[in-house]
């Protein structure tokens, strides 16, 4: 099990591999945007900022152009990276010709079927949308459930992304995700309670009292 921070901005990137605990980063084309850079050359550079996986979402739309540009992206660093590959029938295809060589994570899905399809193409995570899905669908828990009772007893691993809260977060763990991926923010508030701070307070008071006495 294994958190990865969904960003391609590197002062968010360099932050949270400081922390230690964070396994690597997501991105896709919006979060890359977000950067100023989408090219192969901002993928080299945050492979050298992060010591785990680096996600890398395929933009090409056809499957010779989408093997192009895998293998393209998974030479820039073949020991760190993971294509992530839209669930359609030609990412689909890809995946089943990359698969045996490269990581492959089938992004984009909406239904178990597709979580089954992309299971059979030798994926090595399937991606579900939690936020998005309970926005569009109506219960995006009940889907990361469904996705994960459709990948049990297989090879397959479910990342869980489109986190906004950490009650989300808890509420993919509990349905069966593997992993999470969450933006910056709320990995931050993750790591907060006001309960907590409370008692940490309460302990600093303890010992300050203690010293002067």
Known sequence: ??????????????????????????????????????SLNALRQLCKMVPGRVFYQLMSMDLDSMIREAQAAFSRSPSQIVLKVPCTLFGLQAVARLSLEIPCAVT??????????????????????????????????????????VLGNSSTELVAASIKSPAEAVAALNAGADHLAVP??????????????QAIEEFDLAARSSTAA
């Open 1 to 38: 099990m294994a958190i990865f921070l969904d960003s391609g901005i590197h002062s968010e990137v360099k932050e949270a591999m400081a922390w230690g605990f964070v396994a690597g980063i997501t991105t896709n084309p919006v979060l890359l945007a977000a950067s100023g850079d989408v």
């Open 108 to 149: 984009a899905l909406f239904s178990p079927a597709q979580a089954y399809l992309a299971r059979e193409a030798g994926a090595r995570y399937v991606i579900s949308y939690l936020n998005r899905s309970t926005r569009l669908l109506g219960d995006g828990v009940a889907l990361v459930e469904a996705m994960a009772a």
């Open 184 to 197: 910056f923010e709320v990995i931050k508030r993750m790591s907060h309670h006001p309960l907590t701070q």
